[in-house]
Structures are given as C-alpha cells and as structure tokens.
C-alpha cells in the first residue's frame, strides 16, 4: 500500500509539473514572459488538461511495474501533447527552421491532430499496461 501511495504522489507531481510547465512554455497560462500568437481555445486547455492527467496516470503505472514497455509511446505522446497545444509561431525551434507562412498552413492545422495522437499513445500504453497488471 505504500508503494502505491509513493508511485501515486509521483504520478501526481508529473502531471502538475507538466500542466505548469507547458501550460507557461506554450502561453496558455499566461505570463508577463511572452504573448501567445494563436488565440486559446477550449480545445487547447482540453487537451492540456488530458495530457496532464494521462502522463500522471502513466508515471503511476510505470512505478508500480517492474518491466515496463512502451516508453517511447509515451514519451511520444508527451512530445504531441506539447506541440498540440504549443502556439507554432512562438515555437523558436519551429521558427528557426521553418517560416512562418509554412507553420501557418501546414503546423497550425494539425494541431488538434496531434492533440488526439498523444491522447490516443497514452491510452493503448496504459490499457496495454492494465492488462498486464491483472
């Protein structure tokens, strides 16, 4: 049981640490550091919250098992949770390496995409961990 409560207390830490963390990074907790150039919508906050809360669920999982699998799909999933909320125009390693007329067009449309994919990795990593436990 303490174990449980240990693995608990990290999942949760996880997940407000990456709420915060993103939510500063990418502007949608707004700061006195930058101004988001996309708007925030809903769907943003959505799928901030999602990934927060999958991520915590997967640190939980990941510290009660012994033999883990998937990492890398969830850790894919933590990228596409950041860069489906992340405002394309503000990125500084998007912008270095792209213009911004093509994160305009090709990024910005496919964000809700890449919200869906991080929420859609965590979930098969943490069934497919769900079955093992039992």
Not at 52 to 72: I, K
Not at 90 to 112: E, G, Q
Request: glycine share 8%; charged share 10%; hydrophobic share 50%.
């Amino acid at each position: 049981m303490e174990r449980f409560r240990l693995a608990l207390a990290k999942g949760c830490l996880v997940a407000m640490g990456f709420f915060l963390a993103t939510g500063v990074v990418t502007g949608l907790l707004p700061t006195s550091l930058f101004d988001r150039m996309v708007s925030r919508s809903l769907l943003d906050y959505a799928f901030l919250s999602l990934t927060s809360v999958l991520t915590g669920v997967y640190v939980v999982q990941r510290t009660s098992l012994t033999e883990c699998s998937g990492d890398r799909c969830a850790y894919g999933g933590g990228a596409a949770g950041f860069f489906a909320v992340a405002c394309p125009h503000c990125n500084a390693i998007l912008a270095s390496l792209f213009s911004a007329t093509w994160l305009a067009t090709y990024v910005d449309p496919i964000r809700p995409l890449l919200g869906l994919i991080a929420i859609a990795l965590f979930t098969v990593v943490i069934a497919s961990r769900r079955s093992l436990m039992s």
